[in-house]
Every structure is written in C-alpha cells, then in structure tokens.
C-alpha cells in the first residue's frame, strides 16, 4: 500500500499543513505529490498538481515511531549507532506527543507549533543544547525524506525554534596514568587485550569487541611496519588506516598478541549472546575496573589521539596538518582536525598548560 510522502501543503505561516480532509481523493488513496508553496485551494488548482514519485513512505498503520523512523531512512541510509540515537529521539518525541495529546501525528502533519513546544520541553528537562541540535536534526531529517525540506530547514531552523547555541568544545580528556594502570592490573586477560587495544590503536569499544578477524592481520602489518587497517565496527562502515607512532609499535604488537593468547582459548574476545550483548558486557566491565566518565573507553582513545598528534608536530609538521593526519588516523577524515583538537586534545593540552603557569 503507498502512502503520502508530502503535499506542501502549508497554511500561509507554513506553521501548519492543510487538514487531511481537503486533500483530493486521489492522495487520500495514496499517490504520493508534491504541490506548489502557493498552492491553498485543491478543490480550484488540481491543473497545478505534479507527480514527484509513487513510492510507499509508511503505512497509515504504522506507529508514530516507525513513521518517523521511515521517514528519516527514506533518502538515505545512516550507521547502526545513528539508528539507535534516532530511535531514541523519536520514542521522546512520541512521549511528549502523549502526554500533551496531540493524538494522531506524523512527518507528513508535524507542525511548527508542536515542534517548538517538544524543543522548550526538552531544554525544560535539562539536556544540553548540543542534544537538543542532534534531537532536531534526527526530526528535521524525517521531514527532509517526506518532502518537507524547506519546511524542516528555514521554518524549523534552531533558531526559529528558540534553541540556544551549543558549544562543539568538548571537556573530555586523555586517560589518567594511574586509573589505566590500575585498571590494566586487575583486568582479566580478555580484558586487558581490548583495553591495551583501544590504548595503542584507537580502537573504540564496539572496534574493539569486533577485532577477532583483524588480529592476525595487524600482527603482519606491525611486524612489517604496514599500516593498520580498521574494518570491522567502524561507524558508518569507514574503512580507517594508520601507522601507529614508533613509540607507542611494540605496545601495540603486545596488545596484538595478548588479544591472539585469548582467541586461542575461546572463539571470541567478548563470548555473548549477540553483538549488542558484548559491547554491553565490555562496557560495564570497563566501568567496574574504574574506566568510566572522564576516564571511559573514549579516554583511551584521546590517549591515542594526543601520541599520533605529539608525533606528528615532533616530525616538524605545523599543527593545521598535525590535527589533519591525527583526523584521519582516527576516521574522521582530514577536513576535521579542529574538531578533533577541541573534542579530543584541547582539555588534556588547556590542563598541562595551566598546571605548568601554576
């Protein structure tokens, strides 16, 4: 069954979309059209109407949650993370949709009016404006894959939205010494590996849990000063590759082949159920060895992060190409090194700096 993907089909404000009950028959049927901006009165212009695409959106049956799920995967597809992180915006939304009646709603119908009164409730709850951006954007996106671009772009803009700006400076900083060294003597063997992993490579958690199948490949590579090359877990499926500074090769070699000693003993770095179960399971034994907040998994990867940066200003690189390759030794490509100084090196270098003037 096709469903009705859009109809710009907005009020004069572009605040609110013309009720179900002036549509033509034949998008009440399910043909999927795009109308004119100037377009008020079907019943006098149905000459103007165009065809766009005759394609099936959602079912009217759907839940609202999986309308705006679809919605958002229509024009393109997103990791498995943004998934999740999409899913829980949308469950909130939905929420919020309950507990102030809304009753039916969806990509197709959502108003300004009720947009903006989910974004002040949201601020009301306390999360950070940055949440509040990535909330919208995940929303502005399911409006996007209906045909409501310029609706979701220019009326329902952060700013139009009263949402403050957020700040992309992160606070977080490298691992502490003695939390990692404490960490590392009480971790069991499996452990250990994955935490000497995401130290010396950059691995993030779920890279780490999946590495079984690249281990053996990254021995040959150190061993032959080849770079490394992250497949599995990556987000978004990037393929990554990196030297691993001369300082930091024979630790990463041990880590390598520790993570080996453990596979030869069972099938897996972290035997569960599923996937999502061992990255789960990795997390929380992170957390009871100390490596949780400030000091979370991530933290081994800014440790990583500042040794490729440190190396790279050493060889005599200014720090704009510095922060590039460190950008791209990470996966987030080269056009992101101020990113990556100020959510990955800028706290630990602002700390060291103002220890040192103290």
């Known amino acids: 069954m096709f469903y009705l993907a859009e109809a710009s089909t907005r009020l004069h404000d572009g605040s609110q979309p013309l009720p179900k009950r002036v549509w033509p028959p034949f998008m009440q049927c399910g043909v999927v059209v795009l109308v004119p901006h100037q377009i008020l ?17 959602y079912l009217p049956s759907d839940s609202n949650r999986a309308k705006f799920m679809k919605a958002a995967l229509a024009l393109r597809g997103a990791a498995t993370l943004t998934k999740v992180k999409m899913g829980t915006t949308f469950n909130n939304l939905c929420l919020h949709a309950k507990k102030n009646r809304w009753g039916d709603f969806e990509p197709v119908t959502l108003t300004f009016k009720q947009l903006k009164g989910y974004a002040a409730a949201r601020s009301k709850e306390g999360i950070t404006a940055r949440s509040l951006h990535n909330e919208m954007s995940h929303i502005r996106r399911a409006l ?7 609706f979701a772009q220019n009326v329902c803009a952060n700013k139009q939205l009263e949402i403050s700006k957020g700040t992309r400076i992160g606070s977080g900083k490298v691992v502490a010494v003695e939390v990692l060294e404490n960490a590392l003597d009480k971790a069991p063997a499996n452990t250990k590996a994955l935490v000497q992993l995401s130290r010396y490579l950059g691995l993030r958690e779920r890279e780490a849990v999946m590495s079984g199948d690249s281990i053996n490949e990254w021995e040959r590579a150190l061993f032959q000063n080849q770079p490394i090359t992250v497949r599995e877990g990556t987000k ?12 930091n090769h024979d630790k990463a070699l041990m880590a390598v082949q520790a993570a080996q000693a453990v596979l030869r003993q069972q099938e897996y770095l972290v035997v569960s159920k599923n996937l999502k179960a061992a990255v789960e399971q990795h997390s929380d034994r992170l957390a009871k060895l100390g490596l949780k907040g400030e000091n979370s998994c991530h933290s081994l990867r800014r440790a990583f992060a500042m040794d490729q940066y440190n190396y790279y200003l050493a060889q005599g690189y200014s720090m704009k190409v510095a922060l590039s390759r460190t950008s791209n030794d990470l996966g987030h490509g080269d056009g992101r090194g101020r990113w990556v100084y100020n959510n990955y090196l800028r706290a630990t270098l602002e700390n060291e700096n103002s220890d040192k003037q103290d």
Request: no cysteine; glycine share 20%; proline share 3%.
């Open 41 to 57: 009165d079907f019943s006098l212009h149905i000459g103007d109407f165009f065809m766009a695409a005759i394609v099936g959106i």
């Open 144 to 150: 996007e894959g209906v045909g409501r671009k310029d």
């Open 236 to 247: 978004g499926g990037r393929i990554r590759r990196f030297f691993v500074v001369p300082g």
